[in-house]
């Protein structure tokens, strides 16, 4: 099984100041969990990021289901 990478890292490591501009933008949000996925990301793992970002603002875990494949289908028509 591959390594996860560590986003927080990669951003510090190409551009510093994407990731202070992501801090502020996280300190300035609305409440509730940030998910971060990238375009390596596997379909599978993004929908997974964005299971657990809905779990850890407390929705019920079918709710959860149904809001991640909602948020993947929209990500994915762009």
């Known amino acids: 099984m591959a390594e996860r990478e560590d986003i927080n890292k990669r951003i510090l490591s190409i551009n510093p100041k994407a990731k202070l501009l992501l801090n502020e933008l996280d300190r300035l949000s609305e ?44 990500m994915n028509s762009f």
């Not at 940030?34 to 379909?43: N, S």
């Not at 929705?59 to 929209?74: C, Q, T, V």
């Open 31 to 74: 409440p509730g969990v940030t998910v971060t996925t990238t375009e390596g990301m596997p379909p599978e793992e993004e929908e997974m990021s964005l299971f657990t970002g809905f779990l850890k603002e407390g929705y019920p875990p079918e709710e959860a289901e149904r809001k991640a494949k909602e948020w993947l289908s929209i």
